[in-house]
């Protein structure tokens, strides 16, 4: 799905992707440890974090 949106380049590491969803689990963990509030600076660190990964790994990549 994240290749067919061009999100990811065919070929990254299964590993890679891995960790990205475990970063966005956490993050919504911690966002929303109250669950009547949600910590809007923890999803924009988050989104930051996840970006900021996964482009470092697009650099690394094959080129499409």
Do not use: C, N, W
């Not at 299964?14 to 109250?34: C, P, Q, T």
């Not at 949600?38 to 970006?51: F, H, Q, S, Y």
């Amino acid at each position: 799905v994240m290749v067919s949106a061009k999100l990811l380049r065919p070929g990254t590491e299964r590993r890679v992707v891995d960790i990205a969803i475990a970063l966005g689990d956490r993050i919504f963990e911690l966002a929303y440890r109250d669950i009547h509030l949600r910590d809007d600076a923890v999803i924009a660190e988050g989104k930051l974090a996840i970006t900021s990964y996964l482009q470092a790994h697009e650099s690394l990549s094959p080129p499409r």
